[in-house]
């Protein structure tokens, strides 16, 4: 085969060796005459290959005439060459070729030699030392025998025994690699694979490495805090690759001396969230920055410093008077002292207690510092009532004593015009059903002569008749109502009506 062809077909080995189908087996070479073997899947259609020699590192390939034998093995063929060819010393790289369906089939390449036991490669004093100024590593080795080596492979992990990644491949040649690391101040571990012409090595051993670089970070970017309760919320954005945590500090008051909040702060992304929780109220304010703190355990300039004022937890007194006035309807207002110039009063509960239940809070949402008047408007009854006022402060405390104010609520003027007339069942009294909602019942009284008046019944307010079935035929009674309403005392609405009876004849 002339020389220009074999040169070709190397330059085509890259798209052949896609779809090989004869690989490589092995190879002896601690003779004078390099033996390789291949082996081939399947049928082939000639026991006959052709063999091509060429330097190491060189793609100018020539068929050689030497020893090769075939065999066949279940669904296997294995090709074997021993070259009794060459004439000079050194490291050689071969391939063979064969037709399957009319086509040329070549195999991968191996390599062998004739300059006798050739010990493996192996790597020595193999060290890694920070560099100096830098973010880095220098790494340096030796390797025991570079005659084979085909390239060298370097590989790094954060941890010793897992997740190692290639981060370089070197020439043989190579004795040292600067290692551009992200993190000063922690361990790196590494090892290197020697990749030589009879396929890679045992991996070196491991070893680690720290940098002990350090650098200034960038500090904390928009910082900010949010008082809700007595828990502060801060927000910052950390800017930059060399953050390994933050700090926050604190001061109580002005002039005094700055601590931190709590340990460092672990860097979990670049939008950090804290708190903190006040535990003293009576020292205002509190001062708060945040640092960065990078891999070299450096802390950045501060951020601007926020006050929170903590005024809003002084504790507050109620209203100082309070009084109240019933409008046309009836309700009940509340007035006091206003309180608008403390600044440390959010706002008001109003509580009320009836003979019936004890104090509850009648107000739904807190009456703001900008209104001292509250209206009841879920009062129904009448008679003695007593309102209590107490302050909230702006963080949510109550006052610790109240205000309180006696109210009392007249029943309103009603008179109910009743008429009686006796039916075969009772007396029966009749009546406009009233308008007044507060009333719960209406109870009826019958006095007959001089004797106690006794309870005759009771009528729903939506009613309009009522039955007496107790009555004695034959008599004269004299019937009242009295109003019962929802809250308060009850009160007599009918100054009563006079019936005489018939006796019912047997």
């Known amino acids: 085969m002339k020389k220009s062809a074999i040169i070709l077909f190397i330059i085509l080995i890259p ?20 033996e390789m073997r291949w082996a081939q899947k399947g049928r082939v259609d000639s026991a006959s290959f052709t063999v091509y020699r060429a ?74 030392h920070a560099v100096k100024e830098f ?36 020439p043989a040649e190579a004795v040292s690699y600067t290692d551009n690391i992200t993190r000063a101040n922690e361990p790196y571990f590494y090892f290197i694979l020697i990749n030589d012409f009879f396929g890679y090595q045992i991996p070196s051993v491991r070893i680690h490495g720290i940098s002990d670089y350090a650098e200034i970070p960038y500090p904390p970017q928009q910082f900010t805090a949010k008082l809700s309760g007595k ?18 500090y604190r001061s109580a008051g002005a002039g005094h001396k700055y601590f931190p909040v709590n340990q460092r702060i672990p860097y979990t992304g670049e939008n950090t969230t804290v708190t ?43 209203p100082a008077e309070a009084d109240f006035t019933l409008d046309s309807t009836g309700r009940v207002m509340l007035m006091w002292t206003s309180q608008i110039s403390n600044p440390a009063i959010k706002g008001y509960n109003v509580y009320r207690e009836t003979s019936e239940k004890a104090f509850e809070k009648i107000n739904r949402n807190l009456v703001p510092v900008a209104f001292n008047f509250f ?84 009528a729903d307010n939506i009613s309009s008749k009522f039955t007496d079935t107790r009555f004695t035929p034959g008599s004269t009674a004299l019937y009242f109502v009295v109003a019962e309403p929802m809250q308060g005392e009850p009160f007599v609405v009918n100054d009563g009506i006079l019936v005489n009876t018939e006796k019912i004849a047997k």
Do not use: C
């Open 231 to 248: 828990v502060v919320t801060f927000t910052w954005k950390g800017v930059g690759s060399d953050i390994i945590g933050y700090r926050l």
């Open 276 to 318: 903190d929780t006040i535990t003293e109220t009576d020292k205002s304010p509190l001062y708060y920055y945040a640092v960065s703190v990078s891999d070299g355990y450096l802390e950045s300039n501060t951020t601007d410093t926020i006050a929170i004022d903590l005024s809003r937890f002084k504790p507050v007194s109620p």
């Open 55 to 128: 330097h190491t590192g060189s793609i100018d390939y020539n068929q050689i005439k030497t020893i090769q034998f075939i065999s066949f093995s279940h669904d296997s063929v294995f090709y074997r060459v021993i070259d009794t060819t060459l004439t000079t010393k050194g490291l050689f790289q071969y391939f063979i070729e064969t037709t399957s369906g009319g086509m040329p089939i070549r195999s991968e390449i191996l390599f062998g030699h004739n300059l006798g036991y050739i010990p493996a490669p192996a790597v020595v004093n193999f060290t890694a």
């Open 135 to 170: 973010k880095a590593l220098q790494l340096n080795w030796k390797l025991s025998n570079t005659l084979t080596v085909k390239s060298i492979s370097l590989f790094r992990s954060t941890s010793y025994d897992k997740d190692y990644s290639l981060i370089a491949t070197l």
């Open 15 to 34: 798209a052949v060796l896609k779809a090989q189908q004869i690989f490589g087996v092995r190879s002896l070479s601690e003779g004078a005459y390099p």
């Open 375 to 458: 209206t009841d408007e879920s009062l129904t009854g009448y008679g003695l009532f007593r309102y209590a006022i107490e302050a909230v402060n702006d963080a949510g405390e109550k006052s610790v004593v109240r205000t309180y104010v006696d109210v009392n609520r007249p029943a309103p003027v009603i008179h109910l015009v009743i008429s009686a007339v006796q039916t075969a069942t009772g007396i029966e009294l009749s009546w406009q059903p009233l308008g007044e909602i507060s009333i719960k019942k209406l109870a009826f009284y019958r006095q007959t002569g001089e004797s106690e008046p006794v309870l005759a019944g009771k």
